[in-house]
């Protein structure tokens, strides 16, 4: 083999390997938020529906106005959210069927920080006693 093959060979291998090792460290990328180290936490709580999610509404949501949540953990790992209207994405299987504005639920919602969305619902209950 002459001696230029060996210097070009070596040349190809060292660029492989930064190619590489770029891309290995370029898997954090700086425009994605930080990971969450918070549990994956599920709360129940009491709320009454603000707005229904409707098919000739595109982009409409499950609003809930909910009490005030003092154990739940916020992404930065602090606690509590006060009392506030807000969407909650339905999980796997959860209908809204019988159910309309104004209702009063306690319903049951999960968090998770890293997934998308963060929060889900995973189960409602119509109830009586409306949130304080
Ligand atoms: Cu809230």
Avoid at 14 to 19: E, G, K, P, S
Avoid at 21 to 50: D, F, H, M, Q, W
Avoid at 52 to 73: C, L, N, T, W, Y
Wanted: proline fraction near 11%; glycine fraction near 6%; charged fraction near 15%.
């Amino acid at each position: 083999m002459k001696p230029l093959t060996l210097v070009l060979r070596a040349l190809v291998t060292a660029a492989i390997a930064a190619t590489s090792l770029v891309a290995c460290t370029r898997n954090t990328s700086p425009s994605l938020p930080p990971r969450s180290s918070v549990a994956v936490k599920s709360y129940t709580v009491k709320g009454v529906i603000e707005a229904m999610p409707a098919a000739d509404r595109p982009g409409s949501q499950f609003i809930v106005r909910h009490e005030e949540i003092p154990d739940f953990v916020r992404q930065d790992g602090t606690l509590g959210m006060k009392k506030m209207a807000m969407p909650f994405p339905l999980g796997p299987g959860v209908t809204l069927d019988g159910l309309s504005v104004g209702d009063a639920i306690e319903f049951d919602f999960t968090v998770d920080w890293n997934a998308t969305p963060s929060w889900w619902v995973t189960a409602i209950r119509p109830t009586t006693q409306p949130p304080q």
